[in-house]
């Protein structure tokens, strides 16, 4: 699923697999990108993040994966889980001036139990 | 205990009226945002204060003036609503100092009848 496009991508995965959600950035200048994940009725949540003097960062479950050369970002989600359903966005923060974070489109991630 | 809090959830009002929707984060950052969330889900920032100044103003009507009277508030005042800014509103704070994540309010929906 890539965040490009009019319609908003979805990813659909059964319960247990791995999920890999892609993303395609814009500016060379960011130095600095954050997942999120946004459930119905709430706000963005920060899920991970990774500077761009890193191509790997790993936390719980997720992995975010970062190739400067190509300007992509994805975040792999390791034995999806129904509660893991939602939209997530990636984020860039471009230097200029002042930081200024720039939100792709969103995939919806749709966990089948 | 909630990190940012945006009023109302919900706000239902005729065209023409003027609204305002408040933001208070209690984070201790010195940076906050207003986003615009469309049908598609795309999220767009409007305005960004630091320490209760201007640092972004996207291209955005002048209908919408943002104010902050102290760095833990940044409220949202509309003018003369029109039904292209129904939308969800999205609050968030960060620290400027060195890249950090957003905080994200749960949005504020706006339909205009």
């Known amino acids: 699923g890539e965040s490009v496009g009019l319609h908003l991508p979805t990813l659909s995965v059964q319960e247990g697999d791995n999920s890999i959600i892609n993303c395609a950035y814009s500016n060379s200048a960011s130095d600095y990108f954050i997942w999120y994940k946004q459930e119905s009725g709430k706000g963005p949540q920060f899920i991970i993040d990774i500077r761009s003097n890193m191509d790997k960062r790993q936390g719980q479950r997720v992995t975010v994966l970062l190739n400067k050369t190509v300007k992509h970002l994805s975040l792999q989600i390791a034995a999806t889980q129904p509660g893991d359903s939602a939209v997530y966005f990636c984020a860039e923060n471009i230097r200029g001036g002042s930081y200024i974070p720039t939100f792709g489109r969103g995939t919806s991630l749709i966990v089948h139990p | 205990d909630t990190a940012v809090s945006q009023t109302p959830k919900y706000l239902v009002t005729q065209m023409g009226n003027d609204k305002s929707i408040k933001c208070e984060q209690n984070?201790?950052?010195?940076?906050m945002y207003w986003y615009k969330q469309d049908s598609k889900k795309f999220l767009k920032i409007m305005f960004s204060y630091n320490n209760k100044e201007l640092i972004i103003n996207e291209t955005v009507p002048n209908r919408f003036s943002p104010k902050s009277p102290d760095k833990a508030h940044l409220n949202l005042h509309i003018n003369s609503l029109e039904l292209g800014d129904s939308a969800v509103y999205f609050c968030?704070?960060?620290?400027?100092?060195?890249?950090?994540?957003?905080?994200f309010g749960d949005g504020t929906r706006l339909s205009i009848l």
């Open positions: 984070l201790g950052h010195d940076t």
């Open positions: 968030a704070s960060s620290s400027r100092e060195s890249n950090q994540p957003q905080h």
